[in-house]
């Protein structure tokens, strides 16, 4: 397996704008889907973005489609996600996770998970 640790998380206004790391380590990290998920203080763990191994699909929620960007660099081993025009909404633990197979995977599909990292976005 792969181990992640995510960075970048804070506290930011509404309409500001955050970049989340993911740090991989282990050489296979170019093999993986990727994806960030996020759970907020009494709601289930829900997908925020997914990308396919070599970045050429990715997949959104449709409540960051436009505002967020999931993107990777493989020869750093490294996934990002830019969020833009924050809302209070988007406040939650934001997770990475590794997996295989295609498309936007459920979360059962990701077999190693970060330890998170807090976003907030006050109003």
């Known amino acids: 397996q792969v181990q992640l640790v995510e960075s970048g998380g804070g506290l930011v206004q509404v309409g500001g704008s955050l970049r989340l790391s993911c740090a991989a380590s282990?050489?296979?990290?170019?093999?993986?889907?990727m994806g960030w998920f996020r759970q907020a203080p009494g709601k289930e763990r829900e997908s925020v973005a997914t990308?396919?191994?070599?970045?050429?699909?990715?997949y959104y929620a449709d409540s960051v489609n436009g505002r967020f960007t999931i993107s990777r660099d493989n020869a750093k081993n490294t996934m990002y996600l830019q969020m833009n025009n924050l809302k209070p909404e988007d406040t939650a633990v934001y997770y990475c996770?590794?997996?295989?197979?295609?498309?936007?995977?459920?979360?059962?599909?990701?077999?190693?998970w970060g330890q998170g990292t807090q976003v907030t976005v006050s109003s």
């Open positions: 282990g050489r296979t990290f170019s093999s993986y889907t």
């Open positions: 996770a590794a997996g295989h197979g295609l498309g936007p995977l459920p979360a059962a599909d990701f077999s190693s």
């Open positions: 990308i396919s191994w070599n970045g050429a699909g990715t």
